[in-house]
């Protein structure tokens, strides 16, 4: 059974940076598309970015180009979004989000049903 758990949100002020994990189980990391999604209040669920399973390849939304990064440690089943110069609007709930199908490239944006597996969210606030 996969399981995803994230960990690591909270508050923060704009400009400081934060580092989500994401603990995998019930599968082998290097054979699934990894993704990270979000949610902010009253819109719609929408992907951050991703990694390939294959290559570790990495895509971004274009908000968050050059401020957030993916990297996975496989040994460790874990997944993680570095949050550097980090703004008001990236306050939202995020989630770590897994499929063995999906395909990682530049419309994760809209990828959200390409997805089966989901962890239950972490909440990140950016305020002064």
């Known amino acids: 059974q996969v399981q995803l758990m994230e960990s690591g949100g909270g508050l923060v002020q704009p400009g400081g940076s934060l580092r989500l994990s994401c603990v995998t189980s019930?599968?082998?990391?290097?054979?699934?598309?990894m993704a990270w999604f979000r949610q902010a209040p009253g819109k719609e669920r929408e992907g951050v970015g991703c990694i390939s399973a294959s290559d570790g390849s990495t895509y971004y939304i274009d908000s968050v180009k050059g401020r957030f990064t993916i990297s996975k440690d496989n040994a460790e089943n874990t997944v993680y979004l570095q949050m550097n110069s980090l703004k008001p609007e990236d306050t939202a709930v995020y989630y770590c989000?897994?499929?063995?199908?999906?395909?990682?490239?530049?419309?994760?944006?809209?990828?959200?049903?390409?997805?089966?597996?989901w962890g239950q969210g972490t909440q990140v606030t950016v305020s002064s």
């Open positions: 989000a897994t499929d063995r199908w999906a395909s990682c490239n530049p419309t994760v944006a809209g990828q959200v049903h390409d997805y089966d597996y």
């Open positions: 019930g599968l082998l990391l290097e054979h699934y598309t």
